[in-house]
């Protein structure tokens, strides 16, 4: 039902707290030493600082490498390694030790500024799961005590199998064994100090480990492809990466409620760029995916990504990430043996060659998202937000004649179509920036065209007759085999009837005109098919005018499996 008022725009109201635009994230290193053929902590500082990496992780609080990197204005990580974390938990004063000989000591040469607690305890050390949030509290409390808690987070790094039913993504929810006893302290432990949720999500495990045929590699690499929709809600995925990070997202959600979201960072991300699978791995599909071209496209994908600021998801469009790659070099000592994949995630050889071109101080361009997108009001904010939402977006670039009292979408006269309308036009005009699709949470970018935004220029395809039966038939074969979707005049369906060549050849016509999206020169068929302006009707047919084509990347469901 209409409102009772009609909707009034105040054109000149400003409503800056609605818009929220992300900056560019920053990317880091991982720095692993499983090595014995490694350079010297000093060459090391010296090759990061030639190669602009501006943040850079470290497995312990090694004293070597933290002061090669004094006086470099590198941004560093330390650890508190696995084997402490019970004696951390236990005894305050052990963890005000270990801040002070690997923390404090350093400052402000070294510029530390995250302590991880732990590295993927609930996968390598199950029987610490219940230490592990004492254990970080600890840590906090003697940055506290040091007068550093402002200047140096708190967090520890979570391997994503920690997430189950994570396909599709609003199924993603924290395992049972953890969630309620370990993850709801440590994201609410992570809120109230300010911190991050530090993820390791690697794609190329799951893309490793899937079962045949559900992932395909430019999905799992962040080139451009077809997409995978989240049927639940209608979301459109063109990375496994936003897949597994909203997965992430909404296993928060499930805890901590849809406001109280902790920022996430990707600490451990990465791709094989040579060996072969292990024993344990041999015959998994994506076994041959491990290659210098796949590692230098998913790696540069990332860092484009990251530093241009198109860091937000489908579900969190304005959601900020850093991101670290796995690892600096490729590592002998790492899996099974001498071919290993897991020795070579490096982005530089031991003797610090490139293993492949990439740059962390010049961005190319981000492949994701796709170039076509639109943004639609949220109806579950409440009419009030709307409305604000409303006034903005008419009073700061978007055309909002079209729904004005007797224009051509002012029907349907409701507070949440109008709004839709509004918003979209200011995204469209601001080039469909990161960001101005937010207004406070009361509105989303999504994928595909969506049927509930009036078209003021909306358009139809129909056969013309004069040209007869001979050319509309040929014009009707090719339509749908190009992909019209001409099932709605096939024998008995609902427009089959009237059974003539002139209607069916304009459905078929119309068909293939909406789906590509109305483009010029897609309604000329040889002269066979002309553009009308006014809706038709054939008989009881009326032609949609629109359409969505879903070509979606298949996925099974239940998770994006890892190792």
Request: aromatic letters at 10%; charged letters at 15%.
């Amino acid at each position: 039902m209409a409102p009772a008022r009609l909707l009034i725009f105040v054109l000149g109201a400003a409503l800056p707290f609605l818009l929220f635009h992300a900056e560019a994230g920053e990317m880091g290193v991982n720095y692993g030493r499983v090595a014995d053929d490694l350079p010297d902590p000093a060459a090391v500082s010296q090759l990061l600082k030639d190669n602009g990496i501006t943040m850079v992780r470290i497995y312990n609080g090694d004293a070597g490498v933290l002061n090669a990197l004094a006086n470099t204005g590198i941004k560093v990580s330390v650890m508190v390694p696995n084997e402490d974390l019970a004696d951390v938990a236990r005894d305050p004063s052990v963890a005000l030790d270990w801040v002070r000989n690997h923390v404090a000591a350093f400052l402000p040469a070294t510029k530390i500024n995250v302590i991880s607690v732990g590295n993927e305890v609930f996968e390598s050390r199950p029987d610490l799961n219940l230490q592990l949030v004492p254990a970080m509290t600890n840590v906090h409390s003697a940055l506290v005590q040091l007068g550093l808690a402002d200047a140096v987070k708190v967090t520890t790094p979570v391997a994503f199998n920690a997430v189950t039913d994570s396909s599709p993504p609003s199924s993603g929810r924290f395992r049972d064994d953890i969630a309620q006893s370990v993850m709801k302290p440590m994201l609410e432990f992570l809120l109230l100090t300010g911190s991050f949720l530090s993820m390791n999500i690697y794609p190329f495990f799951a893309y490793l480990n899937q079962i045949p045929g559900t992932i395909s590699l430019d999905f799992a690499l962040g080139n451009p492809n077809s997409g995978f929709t989240d049927e639940s809600t209608r979301l459109v995925y063109h990375s496994l990466l936003d897949a597994q990070l909203d997965a992430t997202y909404y296993a928060q959600e499930k805890l901590l409620g849809s406001n109280a979201i902790v920022p996430t960072s990707d600490t451990e991300c990465g791709w094989s760029n040579g060996g072969k699978c292990s024993l344990r791995l041999e015959g998994r599909v994506g076994c041959g995916a491990a290659s210098i071209a796949n590692a230098q496209a998913y790696n540069n994908n990332l860092i484009n990504r990251i530093l241009s600021g198109n860091t937000g998801t489908p579900h969190r469009p304005d959601a900020d990430m850093d991101a670290y790659i796995f690892a600096l070099f490729n590592e002998n000592g790492k899996g099974s043996g001498p071919d290993d994949i897991e020795r070579h995630f490096g982005l530089f050889y031991p003797n610090m060659t490139k293993v492949y071109e990439f740059d962390f101080q010049h961005p190319g361009p981000s492949p994701v998202p796709p170039a076509a997108s639109w943004c639609v009001a949220n109806a579950a904010v409440g009419e009030d937000r709307l409305q604000a939402a409303l006034d903005f977006a008419c009073g700061h670039g978007a055309d909002c004649s079209g729904i004005q009292p007797g224009a051509v979408c002012f029907e349907p006269n409701t507070r949440l179509a109008h709004a839709s309308y509004a918003v979209n036009s200011y995204y469209q005009n601001q080039g469909r920036a990161s960001g101005t699709c937010d207004f406070a949470g009361a509105a989303f970018v999504v994928f595909q065209e969506p049927a509930e935004i009036c078209d003021p220029n909306a358009s139809w395809c129909v056969a013309n007759a004069e040209v007869g039966d001979d050319r509309l038939q040929a014009a009707l074969d090719w339509a749908c085999g190009h992909g019209a979707d001409c099932g709605p005049i096939q024998p008995g369906a609902s427009c089959f009837e009237p059974n003539t060549r002139v209607a069916h050849a304009s459905y078929a016509f119309n068909s293939y005109y909406q789906r590509n999206h109305r483009a010029s020169g897609t309604c000329d068929f040889a002269g066979a098919g002309t553009v009308v302006f006014k809706a038709p009707k054939i008989g009881n047919c009326v032609l949609p005018w629109r359409a969505v084509i879903e070509e979606t990347t298949s996925m099974s469901n239940g998770s994006y499996a890892s190792i």
